[in-house]
């Protein structure tokens, strides 16, 4: 192991290595053998664009391909080189990176200006003469990425697959991508694979076929009998199972699977390994074969071309027999993962663009003065300081290094390069990936602005919102001027259109800090012994137009962002706090549902349409607990911590009294028999952070929901439940819904092994039976709550996202329910104030309320007699006979058309960039969690988090290190 020895170029370095037994004098005797030697003109070129001079090798391990030698050939180096041999220790800037993305290899070679090797005993690059003037191919270290036309036939054709990049967190060299309709993702590791493709991308894929697929983490022969009904699965880092409280939801996170190839000696040798099998697609025709490309991936040339797909017969030569053969072959091998390879960008990940990291400053000044000395000694390097590059590592690590060009720094960050400011290398940047080119192992990056010192809060929440591309800007002057102007009164025409019910006891009950105020109840009893239970939610469609400015602005944003102390609106405080928000005391304009309910909760008639109502008063949580409770029976002898509201109208407090008591009743009723009908919950406490006055946070409290909670939430999901069935019914291709699918089976069983590890009985068979079953283990663990919090945080970890799509996109109607509601149909109406889905949602209740009202006149069926009842009767669900009728749909497209409701295409588009925006708003708040809970630990050596654990906290330069151990 005395010498490493690389080729490249036709030109040959050697690093000898100081650890090894060769004497010092023969190692003279070597460097003057090599001294005494003539290099050979170079016979290939080099790129305009690659690494140069300021990255030392250290910064790229893991990172950057290594050449392999090719035999012992020796060749001196030129004396202006001015090497030293002296080994330096590996620098790393990611200390928690996996091992496996370390490449254990001495020489790195990056293709530059003069043809350079870099040692990783040496920052300085061993020079080779003069740079070449003639311009020579290049190796390339990926695949070409297919042309356009070539990936549409393909597509069509299924012979690849249209897919989201997911990387694993946790080790970059695995990544993910999901296929509708195939139970299992598909695994694409290592690099070269993986094909310059980043998180978040939307990517074409090749499987490889069965013979090359991997072993599928966790497999156990009890799967195998049930594989066939695990029906989608999403491998994610930030998998969230949405818990639809229309107040909060609860997140998990998912783990991923590693793979490797026991053949491999290196994790970019087990990328590209199984490369040379047949693909699990063939092309029928070889003229549509892509051009074989030569790709240099660790000195080997890895050979590009299209698939083959053995045995495709022409009537299954299409998307969606592709997808389900696919589905069969991977269901026949439920012990497998399948595997394989991105051969083109479909679109480009958002997160290109919100990047955000650290600079290797240090290492850059470091590499320049050294490079200054050297070029003293030879004229024909002083040209290359415009082509120098700094590294830059981003914070998310399923992110590879960058290099950022020297001279597209901006100019405020090049003055403090240039004036030696190390402490630059400290801030947070924001940067955008320009070009990931095929010769280019890592990336190139674009720096755009500074966020501020990594240690401090401010620039943290500031990267945190970049990064997750949320608009914390003030409204344009172009969407204010959407709205009204203050003070604004309801117009004459609203007061003659609408259902006037300003006479109903009404109240909001919401958190005590809120402002925003979108849905209200109400409640009274009937002769028969039943209750006629009221929603009603601010109308905001009312005020936000289609396609005006503003509601562009609302589309864009498509949820109100909440920063734990603060938040960021969807809309603006003119219309979000006073124009549509619920407040007491005001006539404000509403869309309402009313349902008469049974003592057995069931629903036998519902009236939905456009109110107008006024709220008596606003109650916050902790009030309306204090009413369940019996405090407050009379307020006159109320002595709670918290002050009583204000009352508005004509009402009683013991009417409101009244009226919240009945709702709680109400909602026991009808959460039992939601339960009963399968739902599942999977509650936990949740951590609420207590600030000071400077908005520091000084301590963290475990907050537990209350009956209150549960009594909004269970009409607000009775609301959203039948906004799903009208606007279904309305409009069956085009209404915008919301779908959960089942858990991931093979993660399902995980849970189950570890709960029988721990002697517990578990029954996933059905969402029902699972939430009984947790309900007994939380019985059985009454006096464990450590194990109860543990195991409930890993009965969420199958859960997959809850997502938003277009109705029309799934045609098997099994596939549109929410699993963990254990309902067919769901979507989000009452929450129009912070969620732009909801909006639409009213766009289409209006528009079906419309198209109802106008068919009803057509066929004379609203009359002064029986004309309420005849409405309650067909409101929006018009009989199967009725809806398929030209008179009908003739009524619904005029409404259509009239409130714009989007067509088919749209509408999914608009729910995917609605799901995108729900999940960075997730994430926000995660990250807000995680830099709370590390203000707080910050400059604390020891704190007890419970009995049994602490937290041992050490500060770093960038960021504190926390460890967990077993306390005494």
């Not at 107040?247 to 490797?260: H, I, L, M, Q, R």
């Not at 009030?623 to 009352?647: C, F, M, N, T």
Request: a negative charge; proline letters at 6%.
């Amino acid at each position: 192991m005395g010498e490493v020895v690389a080729e490249t170029q036709n030109q040959t370095a050697v690093v000898v290595d100081n650890n090894n037994n060769t004497p010092i004098k023969d190692k003279k005797k070597n460097r003057r053998s090599r001294r005494s030697k003539q290099i050979s003109p170079p016979t290939v070129g080099t790129a305009s664009s690659s690494l140069t001079v300021c990255l030392g090798e250290s910064d790229f391990k893991g990172d950057v391909p290594i050449l392999d030698h090719e035999g012992s050939k020796e060749l001196s180096l030129p004396r202006a080189s001015n090497i030293a041999f002296t080994s330096l220790p590996t620098m790393h800037f990611n200390e928690q990176a996996a091992e496996s993305e370390s490449l254990p290899v001495q020489l790195t070679m990056l293709p530059g200006v003069g043809g350079q090797i870099y040692s990783g005993s040496c920052p300085d690059p061993i020079v080779y003469g003069d740079p070449p003037i003639t311009s020579y191919p290049q190796r390339k270290y990926f695949a070409s990425h297919w042309p356009a036309e070539a990936v549409h036939k393909a597509l069509e054709r299924g012979h690849i697959f249209k897919a989201l990049f997911r990387v694993n967190a946790h080790n970059r060299l695995e990544a993910y991508c999901k296929i509708d309709g195939v139970r299992a993702d598909v695994l694409i590791s290592g690099p070269a694979v993986q094909n310059r493709a980043v998180e978040g991308d939307i990517v074409a894929i090749e499987v490889d076929p069965p013979s090359l697929w991997t072993k599928m983490k966790g497999y156990t022969a009890g799967v195998e009998n049930s594989a066939l009904v695990d029906d989608g699965m999403l491998e994610s880092d930030n998998s969230e199972f949405v818990r639809e409280n229309c107040k909060g939801k609860n997140k998990v996170a998912a783990d991923f699977e590693s793979s490797s190839c026991g053949n491999c000696s290196s994790p970019l040798e087990n990328a590209v390994c199984n490369r040379s099998g047949q693909s699990f697609g063939e092309v029928s025709n070889p003229e549509e074969k892509v051009p074989v490309e030569n790709v240099c991936v660790n000195g080997h040339n890895l050979t590009a071309s299209k698939p083959s797909i053995v045995g495709c017969s022409s009537e299954m030569n299409d998307a969606l027999h592709a997808t389900e053969r696919l589905s069969v072959t991977v269901n026949s091998f439920p012990s497998k993962r399948p595997t394989g390879r991105v051969v083109a960008i479909l679109e480009g990940s958002p997160r290109r663009d919100t990047i955000t990291g650290f600079l290797s400053v240090k290492k850059w000044m470091w590499s320049r003065e050294g490079y200054k000395r050297d070029s003293k000694k030879n004229r024909h390097l002083s040209t290359a300081l415009s082509c120098q590059y700094l590294l830059l590592t981003p914070n998310d690590p399923r992110f590879p290094k960058m290099m950022v060009p020297f001279k597209s720094l901006p100019d405020f960050i090049l003055k403090r390069l240039e004036a030696g400011d190390v402490t630059l290398e400290m801030d947070l940047v924001a940067a955008r990936i320009a070009d990931w080119a095929e010769e280019n192992y890592i990336p190139e990056a674009h720096v755009t602005d500074i966020f501020g010192r990594g240690g401090e809060v401010e620039p943290q929440l500031a990267a945190i919102l970049f990064e997750n591309a949320i608009d914390s800007s003030e409204f344009s002057q172009e969407a204010l001027s959407c709205l009204p102007s203050i003070p604004w009164e309801i117009p004459k025409e609203e007061l003659q259109s609408r259902r006037d019910i300003r006479n109903f006891c009404v109240f909001t009950i919401d958190p005590a800090s809120a402002t925003d105020l979108d849905d209200a109840l109400s409640v009274e009893r009937l002769s028969d012994g039943n209750f006629r239970v009221g929603v009603h939610i601010a109308d905001v469609s009312y005020f936000v137009l289609p396609d005006s400015a503003l509601d562009e602005n609302a589309r864009a944003k498509s949820t109100s962002v909440y920063l734990l102390q603060s938040k960021l609106p969807m809309l603006p405080p003119l219309l979000s706090e006073n124009l549509g928000s619920l407040n007491p005391g005001v006539d404000k304009l509403a869309f309402s549902i009313f349902w008469d309910i049974s003592l057995t909760g069931e629903v036998s008639q519902r009236w939905i349409g456009r109110t107008i109502i006024q709220s008596c008063c606003k109650l916050s949580y902790e009030h309306a607990q204090d009413i369940i409770d019996g405090l407050l029976d009379d307020p006159s002898s109320y002595k709670g911590e918290r002050s009583w509201p204000v009352l508005h109208g004509l009402f009683k407090w013991s009417d409101v009294v009244t009226s919240v008591k009945n709702l709680y009743e109400i909602s026991k009723i009808l959460k039992k028999k939601r339960f009963d009908d399968g739902a599942l919950s999977l509650e936990s406490p949740k951590i609420v952070f207590l600030f000071d006055k400077e908005g520091i946070p000084y301590d963290s409290v475990l907050s537990v929901r209350k009956e209150s909670n549960f009594l909004v939430e269970e009409f607000m999901l009775l609301a959203n439940r039948t906004a799903a069935e009208v606007i279904t019914r309305a409009y069956p291709s085009s209404a915008l819904l919301r779908r959960h699918p089942e858990p991931n089976l093979r993660k399902l069983r995980e849970f189950e092994s570890f709960c029988s590890k721990h002697g517990l009985r578990l029954d996933t068979s059905s969402s029902g039976q699972f939430h009984n079953s947790l309900e007994r283990i939380r019985q059985e663990l009454t006096d464990d709550s450590v194990l109860l919090d543990i195991l409930m945080s890993y009965a969420s970890r199958p859960m997959q996202l809850a997502t938003y799509f277009c109705s029309g996109d799934v045609e098997d109607e099994n596939d549109r329910g929410h699993y963990a509601l254990a309902v067919p149909l769901y979507t989000h109406f009452t929450s129009p104030l912070r969620r732009y889905p909801d909006i639409l949602v009213h766009r289409m209740l209006a528009a079906a309320l419309e198209a109802e009202e106008a068919y009803l006149k057509l066929k004379l069926l609203h009359n002064p007699d029986g004309g309420e009842m005849t409405r309650e009767r067909c409101l929006t669900s018009f009989d199967k006979d009725a809806i398929g009728s030209p008179e009908a749909q003739e009524a619904l497209s005029a409404a259509a058309s009239k409130h714009k409701v989007p067509c088919a295409k749209t509408l999914a588009g608009i729910a995917s960039h609605c799901n995108e925006r729900k999940l960075a708003s997730r994430h926000v708040k995660d990250a807000m969690e995680k830099l709370y809970m590390w203000v707080l630990l910050k400059g604390k050596e020891v704190c007890k988090l419970c009995s049994k654990y602490y937290t041992f906290i050490q500060q770093k330069e960038r960021y504190l290190e926390v460890t967990i151990g077993g306390g005494g």
